[in-house]
């Protein structure tokens, strides 16, 4: 009797567990180092990424070193990166 008792509360921890494990959000996020031809880092560039579906983008800016981050990414596989539109900085364009 203590055996099915334990058994019986294992199936309920198990279910309630992968209950839960489920029910975290399928999201992705979109990272990297803009550089230019010469290898040299870009601050301050946009990037984004675009759902061709919806026609809905996300864009941030790389920061001074170049690094960026496009968070929280809904249906992964409809995300593309955009062409990058930087500043030249040392012509202050």
Not at 3 to 14: D, G, H, N
Not at 34 to 57: H, K, L, S, Y
Request: charged share 15%.
């Amino acid at each position: 009797m203590v055996k099915i008792a334990f058994l019986r509360a294992c199936l309920v921890f198990f279910v309630i567990a992968s209950a839960v494990l489920n029910a975290q959000a399928p999201t992705a996020e979109l990272t990297g180092t803009i550089r230019d031809a010469t290898g040299a880092v870009v601050p301050d560039a946009q990037v984004g990424a675009t759902n061709e579906d919806t026609g809905f983008t996300r864009k941030v800016r790389s920061n001074e070193l170049g690094y960026y981050t496009v968070p929280l990414l809904l249906d992964l596989p409809l995300f593309l990166t955009q062409p990058v539109k930087t500043q030249n900085p040392s012509k202050g364009e």
